[in-house]
């Protein structure tokens, strides 16, 4: 469920502490991209500056039936490499769904089609830079798999180094 802001919510598992931020997509059609990025960005400096928080991780969801390679996805996907920054690349989980939706064998077929030219394409950078990619099937089981493949380490996001650390502003 994506928000139309950064929202954060707590949980405890296996008594770990999680916080997870729901934050809009990119692509909402109720916001434009620099909303949605400045609101983001306002949510990770405000955090960072009070608390010095750092990512576990980054997960960054994209559904495999999504036959479209619209440009507004590919822009998504851009601000949000951009937004982790290559430093923090092994923070990052990136994961596709809907793999659950009904097996016919073409329709499979295009699912991995669609897989394989995410991951030798578009996100091909960020994972030579230690992104991991995962599949994500519509369990809790693979949900917190997903999660705890981050392990324990922290590190914050090139974004919260420069509005924070470099003091730069938004442009």
């Known amino acids: 469920m994506a928000s139309s802001r950064a ?10 502490r999680y916080i997870f931020v729901d934050t809009p997509g990119f692509n909402a059609t109720y916001k434009s991209q620099k909303a949605v ?3 983001i960005a306002n949510w990770l400096e405000a955090t960072y500056r009070e608390t010095r928080l750092q990512f576990t991780g980054a997960i960054y969801v994209r559904r495999i039936t999504a036959t479209e390679s619209a440009r507004s996805e590919q822009n998504s996907f851009q601000i949000f490499a951009k937004l982790v920054g ?4 092994d923070r990052v ?3 596709t769904t809907m793999w659950d939706e009904p097996e016919v064998p073409s329709r499979v077929l295009a699912m991995e089609d669609r897989e394989n030219r995410l991951t030798e394409g578009q996100w091909a950078p960020l994972m030579r830079a230690g992104a991991v990619y995962a599949r994500f099937d519509n369990t809790p089981e693979s949900a917190w798999g997903i999660v705890r493949g981050l392990g324990m ?3 914050a996001l090139l974004l919260q180094r420069e509005l924070v650390d470099m003091r730069k502003t938004l442009k």
């Open 37 to 39: 990025f400045e609101n």
């Open 86 to 89: 290559n430093e923090a690349a």
């Open 7 to 16: 929202q954060d919510r707590y949980t405890t598992r296996d008594h770990q």
């Open 153 to 155: 380490g922290k590190k």
């Open 93 to 95: 989980r990136l994961v």
